[in-house]
Nanobody, 124 residues
Framework: QVQLVESGGGLVQAGGSLSLSCAASGRTSSKYAMGWFRQAPGKERKFVATISWSGGTTYYADDVKGRFTISRDNAQNLMYLQMNSLKPEDTAVYYC?????????????????WGQGTQVTVSS
């Protein structure tokens, strides 16, 4: 089992930046790919970014490409999402997720563990 806890959410003006963190605990000796998803009120959970175990492979949703950067520090069992040039449409609860394989994945069904989420609100 792996437990995931997100932090770093908050309220920011459009054009601003936020950095989210995801701390993993539990069976962290296994090699997991990880990802970020987000869910706005009344909408489905959507893919944001994913990263392989090694950190060498990343994928981004088209609407965040060039603005968001995913990274990880395996020694510290941490994953990050740096979000720049934020827009009101980025407002959502952001979730981190881990899957029991090293390869990244872009759909929620491919993940085995989820955090509780952190709210990001971008004002216009």
């Amino acid at each position: 089992q792996v437990q995931l806890v997100e932090s770093g959410g908050g309220l920011v003006q459009a054009g601003g930046s936020l950095s989210l963190s995801c701390a993993a605990s539990g069976r962290t000796s296994s090699k997991y790919a990880m990802g970020w998803f987000r869910q706005a009120p009344g909408k489905e959970r959507k893919f944001v970014a994913t990263i392989s175990w090694s950190g060498g492979t990343t994928y981004y949703a088209d609407d965040v490409k060039g603005r968001f950067t995913i990274s990880r520090d395996n020694a510290q069992n941490l994953m990050y999402l740096q979000m720049n040039s934020l827009k009101p449409e980025d407002t959502a609860v952001y979730y981190c997720a881990a899957r029991r394989l090293q390869t990244p994945w872009v759909t929620p069904g491919g993940y085995d563990y989820w955090g509780q989420g952190t709210q990001v609100t971008v004002s216009s």
